[in-house]
């Protein structure tokens, strides 16, 4: 199995920039690809960015196009979210998720809130 742990989520005013992480762990040999997603109150799940674990091609919704910037340290097994022009409407929780076998995501961590104020 795969073990998720997000940190960096924090309190924001709208313009600043946060840095979240995601440490994998377990059959981190097997990762095809890792992602984030987030959900807040009422609202349903969104994608917010992909990345290839051995291949780095990454994906983006469009609503953080620009804003956002996944990324991944393959030597310590942590993916990263710089998100950066945060705006009210990206208060969530995030969660890092991991794909193991390209056919969906198979493990997911507990969350890590993000809230920014205006």
């Known amino acids: 199995q795969v073990q998720l742990v997000e940190s960096g989520g924090g309190l924001v005013q709208a313009g600043g920039s946060l840095r979240l992480s995601c440490a994998a762990s377990g059959r981190t040999f097997s990762i095809y690809a890792m992602g984030w997603f987030r959900q807040a109150p009422g609202k349903e799940r969104e994608f917010v960015a992909r990345?290839?674990?051995?291949?780095?091609?990454?994906y983006y919704a469009d609503s953080v196009k620009g804003r956002f910037t996944i990324s991944r340290d393959y030597a310590k097994n942590t993916v990263y979210l710089q998100m950066n022009s945060l705006k009210p409407e990206d208060t969530a929780l995030y969660y890092c998720a991991a794909d193991n076998d390209g056919q969906g995501y198979d493990y997911w961590g507990q969350g890590t809130q993000v809230t920014v104020s205006s």
């Open positions: 990345i290839m674990w051995r291949r780095s091609s990454t």
